[in-house]
């Protein structure tokens, strides 16, 4: 796994200042206030930094820019990175300062003066989530970074208020390192022998093979994997941090590869559907978080792994299979198999957790990213009260989610002349018509949520906390929705 970069927090030292190799970094307010650090760094350099933010680049700077100034005289630093940031940040203005400063990291270490400065653990969180790269498959030089430290007023309270959120980058990195994987690497098998290593941090993890499955009566979700040779799987991850309450339930969609079957995709661009499975990377790297910071809730994780090729074995068009739950599915389109993964995944989950709630995660539609592009993913419900609890945590966090309609009136789409349902309605409303399919297989009394996260899971260009690629989108909204609503 890509390692998180480790951080540590001391007492302000102010005469180790001019001997500190690497880079220093300090911060100065909007209006031009040095702090603590900042004075001390303006006096050793004749009054450098007043000159940073006294300058025409300083003023049209953004809060959370960084402004670099290399080989200061006075200081045996490479380079004093002036950060422009508020006393009192926001945490998106805090993340965002520590994710321009993580851009600067090379294998020099790095000093960030924080004194007093509010939220000095979330500019430390933006610098660890930022700084990824995914290189298990380059064979060349791989990436060095130096050592990362924050001099504060109060290094117990920093690295108490660290500790946590130090997990939930243990947690994205997991998620990204799973979805950047390429499918020759991240097969069901190794997929499932990779969550099965998180007992190791006291999460409870059970596989279910082939043969329980159809025991169990998964035909929906048997069918997308029976062209492939490799074998289809459920991986079930428990926390129970909590009292004796039933758990939450999270379900991830785990395709490794996704060529659309018999209904075969367009070439151009299937190379990126090794992060079809990124709806089970979410679970899976929110499941490690809450182990990690032993989380005190009941929280469970299930993931359907399967690989969608085309085969002589393949399910084909017109092919009518037969879920968990009893109700038959006409398969119209062999690409639309998340949902029929998913439906057999939901259904296990109430049949033998009776959760509170169950939120699924999928890369389900490409008509999600029609209506919402990149920037959120989609959120539909049969509940005001969880999808707005979700909502509001996954703004907190700085990950875009927008709620999006359902209604009966979508479900005559479904209607099949053969079977109980088909899996898809055509073109008009897909991404709707793929959460109404998911619907039915959500029992009346359970609070539930579909997050659509196509357009979230992985990008062509950087966000805010990540390069290129898999993002880790989710698992710090989850996150908080667990801490806020469900940890007693």
Partial sequence: MTAVTPITFAAFAPDLLAETAGKIAVSVTPDGKLDQGARKINSLTRKMVQRVADSEAFEKAKVGDVKAVAMPFGLAAEAVLVVKLPRRPTSHEARKAGANLAKHLGKDDLLVLGGSTNRIEEVAQGVAMRNYTYEDHKTGDKKETGAVSFMVSDPEAATAAYAPIAAIAEGVFFTRDLTNAPANDLTTTSFANQLAELSKIGLKVEVLEEDKLAEL????????????????????????????????????????????????????????????????????????????????????????????????????????????????????????????????????????????????????????????????????????????????????????????????????????????????????????????????????????????????????????????????????????????????
């Fill in 217 to 488: 009566g998964m035909g929906s979700l048997l069918c997308v994997g029976q062209g492939s040779d490799s074998p289809s799987k459920v991986v079930v991850m428990e926390w129970n941090g909590g009292g004796d309450e039933k758990p939450f339930a999270l379900v991830g969609k785990g395709v490794v590869f996704d060529t659309g079957g018999i209904s075969l995709k367009p070439g151009a661009g299937m190379e990126d559907m090794t992060m079809d499975m990124g709806g089970a990377g979410v679970v899976s790297g929110l499941m490690k978080t809450l182990a990690l910071r032993k989380a005190k809730a009941n929280v469970v994780g299930l993931v359907g792994i399967v690989e969608n090729m085309p085969s002589g074995n393949a399910v084909r068009p017109g092919d009518v299979v037969t879920s968990m739950k009893g109700d038959t599915i006409e398969v119209i389109n062999t690409d639309a198999e998340g949902r029929l993964v998913l439906a057999d995944v939901l259904w296990y989950a109430q049949e033998r957790f009776e959760p509170t709630g169950m939120i699924n995660l999928a890369t389900l539609t490409g008509a999600i990213l029609v209506a919402l592009g990149h920037e959120n993913a989609g959120v539909f419900s049969n509940s005001d009260e969880l999808s707005g609890a979700f909502v509001k945590a996954a703004g907190e966090e700085g990950e875009g989610a927008w709620r999006m309609p359902m209604g009966p009136a979508y479900d005559a789409l479904l209607k099949s002349r053969v079977a109980d349902m088909k899996n898809i309605g055509g073109r008009m409303a897909g991404s709707i018509t793929a959460a109404q399919f998911l619907q039915r297989f959500v029992k009346d009394d359970v609070p539930w949520c579909h997050l659509d996260i196509a357009g979230t899971a992985s990008v062509k260009s950087e966000t805010a906390l990540a390069p290129a690629g898999a993002t880790g989108w989710g698992v710090m909204a989850l996150n908080r929705l667990i801490a806020d609503k469900y940890e007693v």
